[in-house]
Structures are given as structure tokens and as C-alpha cells.
Nanobody
Framework: QVQLVDAGGGLVQAGGSLRLSCAASGFRIGSYAMGWFRQAPGKERDFVAAIGWRGGSTVYADSVKGRFTISRDNAKNTVYLQMNSLNPEDTAVYYC??????????????????????WGQGTQVTVSS
């Protein structure tokens, strides 16, 4: 059974940090592009960050560039999202996702939720001011 389990969310004050993790089972992430999206109440599910299947290329939404870092550990079958300098606008449910996307993370397809096949259940991140 294919599964992505998101974890690491919580309540943090503005300026703080959190590290999200996404553990995969039922498949090996080594052959997949991995990404994080987020969805705030009443809003669309938006792209946050993605990493190519080889791990050498990454891409970020402009709103998180320089503050968030995506990484992957194929041996542990896990993806991470390190989030620093959090602000209230980062409050959302964060979803991990996996997809068969060709090329490096410069491929625009990495930014589209429709490019991904498997999704985690989401983890809530709340940033207080």
C-alpha cells in the first residue's frame, strides 16, 4: 500500500522554525520527484518547494525562497522541509507529494499539483504573531 505520512507540524511563534518530514512506504522515493504544497483555509493548494529525483535540483515558491529548504534521504525513504523565519502567512496545512516528473526542478511541471500522484494526509503549521 502506497503511503506518505507527513509529520512535524505544530504551533510556533513568528520568527521560529519547524522541520517537516514525509515518510514514504509502499514505494521507493528514489525514482520520484518530491514536493511540498500548502493550503490555507479558503484558499487553493499552493506550491511550496520541490526536489528532483536525483536530489540535485530544487525549486521554491518566491514567498519561501531563502527561508525554506527541501531535502531528501532516499536511503530513509523520507523527504524533509526545513522552515525558518516563519511568519503568520505561512500558516496552512502542509502536504507532501510524489510524482513522476521528467527533468530537473526547472521544469515548470514541478510547480503544478496536477503533476503529482501520491499525497500525504497533511500536517498543520500555525504561526502566531
Amino acid at each position: 500500500q502506497v503511503q506518505l505520512v507527513d509529520a512535524g507540524g505544530g504551533l510556533v511563534q513568528a520568527g521560529g522554525s519547524l522541520r517537516l518530514s514525509c515518510a514514504a512506504s509502499g514505494f521507493r522515493i528514489g525514482s520520484y520527484a518530491m514536493g511540498w504544497f500548502r493550503q490555507a483555509p479558503g484558499k487553493e493548494r499552493d506550491f511550496v518547494a520541490a526536489i528532483g529525483w536525483r536530489g540535485g535540483s530544487t525549486v521554491y515558491a518566491d514567498s519561501v525562497k531563502g527561508r525554506f529548504t527541501i531535502s531528501r534521504d532516499n536511503a530513509k525513504n523520507t523527504v524533509y522541509l526545513q522552515m525558518n523565519s516563519l511568519n503568520p502567512e505561512d500558516t496552512a496545512v502542509y502536504y507532501c507529494t510524489a510524482g513522476n516528473i521528467l527533468g530537473s526542478a526547472t521544469n515548470p511541471a514541478y510547480r503544478s499539483r496536477y503533476s503529482y500522484t501520491y499525497w500525504g494526509q497533511g500536517t498543520q503549521v500555525t504561526v502566531s504573531s
